[in-house]
Structures are given as structure tokens and as C-alpha cells.
């Protein structure tokens, strides 16, 4: 009985980790996709750059919650001479203790379709 007194906190502190990295590997995932289809949205011929935040937020608000997300930016720039539509999504992680970052920042990026 005393050994397992010794062994359970710490078997217990290796399960709640393994659940904490698993957790944000499946927001940073979430994450990445929806600036991806989002940076696509906006790269349609045709669309303006709401149109990109509104599908990032779409997405996010039915996948992990939009209480999560802190902020999205939706904006062009010249990469290696072609037009690319990028847009970054800020979010905080849910932390199930204390330790490990509290934010999260991922950027996808489109080529701009022209008419």
C-alpha cells in the first residue's frame, strides 16, 4: 500500500502531461488548419480580407470554441515576387496546470488568385 502512495502522484503527474501536450497539439493543429482556410478564403479572386477572418472565425467557433481565440489578422504581402494572402490567428491554450506557454501564434498563408 505504501508503494502505491509513492508511485500514484507520480503517475498521475505523467498522465495529466501527456493529456496537457496532447491538448495543445490538437489547438496548435485546429489552429494552423483554420488560418490555412482562412488565407485561402481571402485569396479568391474576388474576395476582400474579411472574407478570410470571417472563415477563420466560422471554423474555430464550431471546432474549439471562440472564447480561445484572441485575435486574427488578415493581410497581403510580396513573397519572391507573387502575391500572397497571409493571415495569423492569436490564441491562448487552456492549461491544466500551471506550467508551459499560456499563447499561441500561427500564420497560413495562399497565393493570390488573380481574375
Given amino acids: 500500500m505504501v508503494e502505491f502512495a509513492l508511485v500514484m502522484p507520480l ?3 505523467v498522465a495529466l502531461g501527456v493529456l496537457q501536450v496532447a491538448l495543445v497539439l490538437h489547438i496548435r493543429a485546429t489552429l494552423t488548419g483554420a488560418a490555412a482556410e482562412g488565407a485561402r478564403a481571402a485569396a479568391l ?4 480580407p ?3 477572418e470571417r472563415r477563420v472565425r466560422d471554423l474555430l467557433a464550431s471546432t474549439i470554441g471562440s472564447e480561445l481565440v484572441q485575435g ?4 497581403r504581402e510580396r513573397r519572391d515576387g507573387s502575391l500572397v494572402v497571409a493571415v495569423g490567428i492569436d490564441a ?3 492549461l491544466l496546470g500551471l506550467l508551459g506557454p499560456t499563447g499561441l501564434h500561427v500564420d497560413g498563408h495562399a497565393l493570390q488568385e488573380s481574375a
Fill in 92 to 94: 491562448t491554450l487552456p
Fill in 45 to 48: 479572386a474576388g474576395a476582400d
Fill in 11 to 13: 503517475l498521475l503527474a
Fill in 72 to 75: 486574427v489578422t488578415v493581410w
Fill in 50 to 52: 474579411m472574407a478570410g
